[in-house]
């Protein structure tokens, strides 16, 4: 059974940083792509960021480039995210995907596993 278990979400003021754990079980991760998605109450779940296999090709949104970072770890099955100088628009729940296709996708029906979500709550 696979498993994704999102950690790391938190209340932060505008400015700060954050970051977000992944951990999965129940796959062979090195062969996974991992991304993470966001949603806003009212709003669709939209693409943040994904890491390719081996960590060798990251993407992100524009709204987070410069701001914020994708990378992960195989040998501990964990994908991370680095959120820095975070803005009030950046709330919403983050959510942790997997699926072994390429290319890499940024669209939620490119992913087959999803995290249960970390709430990310910045305020001005």
């Known amino acids: 059974q696979v498993q994704l278990v999102e950690s790391g979400g938190g209340l932060v003021q505008d400015g700060d940083s954050l970051r977000l754990s992944c951990v999965a079980s129940?796959?062979?991760?090195?062969?996974?792509?991992m991304g993470w998605f966001r949603q806003a109450p009212g709003k669709e779940r939209e693409f943040v960021a994904a890491?390719?296999?081996?960590?060798?090709?990251?993407y992100s949104t524009d709204s987070v480039k410069g701001r914020f970072t994708i990378s992960r770890n195989n040998a501990k099955n964990a994908v991370y995210l680095q959120m820095n100088s975070l803005k009030p628009e950046d709330t919403g729940v983050y959510y942790c995907?997997?699926?072994?296709?390429?290319?890499?996708?940024?669209?939620?029906?490119?992913?087959?596993?999803w995290g249960q979500g970390t709430q990310v709550t910045v305020y001005s």
């Open positions: 995907a997997a699926d072994r296709r390429l290319p890499v996708g940024q669209h939620r029906n490119d992913y087959y596993y």
């Open positions: 890491s390719r296999w081996d960590g060798g090709s990251t």
């Open positions: 129940g796959l062979t991760f090195s062969r996974y792509v």
